[in-house]
C-alpha cells in the first residue's frame, strides 16, 4: 500500500504497475529497501519522474528500520513523521493496510464529499481542507474501513464523474446536497490555474576520446541524485555568445575547459510548473581536471556504461540518441 501509494502520486496507474512489479521484487522488505543503495532505489525508479519521492520513501525506510525495528506504526501521527508521507499517504497506510479508522482524502474523495455537503468555496484552501478531513474523518465506520475508505475513492472515481456524474445510478443521491440543489456541474469550484514557467537550458555532451563526461546532479539540483550531462541555464542568442556561455558554465560546473562544437537536438519537457527547452550540445575536452566532490562526483564513460546508470529522463534521451549514432 506504502509504496503503491507513493508511486501514485501524479503518476498513472498503468505506468506504475510494471515499477512497482520491479520495485517489490527488488525490494520485499522495508529492511530490503533501507538496506539497498540509493543508486539502486533511483534506478528502479527512472522514467518515474517527481525522485524526490523515491529518495524519501528510502530514506522512510531507513528511520523504520532504525526506530521502529521495521514495522508501520499503526497510527496516522508517527506515520506522518516518516519522510515523503503526508496525511493522505498516513490514511491510506492505517485504513487499507492495517483495516484500522483513519480518513483520507484525495482527488476523487475531495469532489464527492464537496458535492455531498454542497461546498462551493476552493477545498484546497485550509478551510476547506478542514472541513473535508472532518467530513471524511466523520463518516468512518466503526468496522471495515479498509473497504469503506476505498469505495469512497471509487464511488467518487466511477460515479461522481467530475463532469456529468451519474447521479441517476449514485447510491449517494437521498443525501447530497449538490443533486438537490442541481449544482452538481459548479461543484467543487474550478481549480486554480498553474501558472507555468519557461526555461531555457543546455546540456553538454563532451567528448574524451571515446568517452563522455556524466555528473550525478547534487542536493539542491533539479534531478538530485541521477546522473546527467553537464547542464544550466542559459540566455546567450548568437551561436557565437552561446559557445562562450557554454565553456564558461561548463569550466564553473566541472573544472574542465571545452571546444564547444554543434548542436545535437532540443528537447522539450515540463516538469511541475517549468516548461524547459533544453538545446543539447556537442563539445570536445580541452583541457583541465575535473573537479568532483562528494555531492557531484563526475565519470567519464562510454555510451554503453551509461545503460547502467540511473539518468535523468532527458539524460537518458540524449545517451539514446548517443547510442544510436554509434549504431
Ligand atoms: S448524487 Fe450525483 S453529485 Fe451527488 S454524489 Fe452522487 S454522483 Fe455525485
Known sequence: VWIS???????????????????????PTVADLAQADEQQ??????GLGYYRRARAMHAAARQLVAEHGGHFPADVATLMTLPGIGRYT????VSIAMDRPAPILEA???????????????????????????????????????????????????????????????????????FAQGAQESIP???????????????VVIHKR???LVR???????????????????????????????????????????????LLNTLKHGVTRFRITLECYEAQFAAGRIRTDRETPARW??????????????????????GKRAG
Open 5 to 27: 501509494e507513493v508511486m501514485l502520486q501524479q503518476t498513472q496507474v498503468a505506468t506504475v504497475e510494471p515499477y512497482f512489479e520491479r520495485f517489490l521484487a527488488a525490494f
Open 41 to 46: 532505489v533511483l534506478g528502479l525508479w527512472e
Open 90 to 93: 498516513a490514511g491510506a497506510i
Open 108 to 178: 476523487n474523495t475531495i469532489r464527492l464529499l464537496c458535492r455531498l455537503l454542497g461546498y462551493r468555496e476552493d477545498p484546497t484552501k485550509a478551510a476547506g481542507q478542514r472541513l473535508l478531513w472532518h467530513a471524511a474523518e466523520a463518516l468512518l465506520p466503526r468496522q471495515n474501513v479498509a473497504d469503506f475508505n476505498q469505495a469512497l475513492m471509487e464511488l467518487g472515481s466511477l460515479v461522481c464523474h467530475p463532469t456529468r456524474p451519474d447521479c441517476a445510478n449514485c447510491p449517494a443521491r437521498p443525501c447530497c446536497a449538490a
Open 189 to 203: 469550484c474550478p481549480p486554480r490555474k498553474l501558472k507555468f514557467e519557461t526555461v531555457r537550458e543546455a546540456a
Open 210 to 212: 571515446s568517452a563522455i
Open 216 to 262: 550525478q546532479c547534487g542536493p539542491r539540483e533539479r534531478w538530485s541524485g541521477l546522473w546527467d550531462f553537464p547542464r544550466f541555464a542559459i540566455d546567450a542568442e548568437t551561436t557565437q555568445h552561446i559557445q562562450r556561455e557554454l565553456v564558461e558554465k561548463v569550466r564553473d560546473q566541472t573544472g574542465i575547459t571545452i571546444l564547444p562544437g554543434g
Open 301 to 322: 564513460l562510454t555510451v554503453d556504461q551509461l545503460a547502467d546508470l540511473p539518468l535523468s529522463t532527458t539524460g537518458r534521451k540524449i545517451a539514446r540518441t548517443l
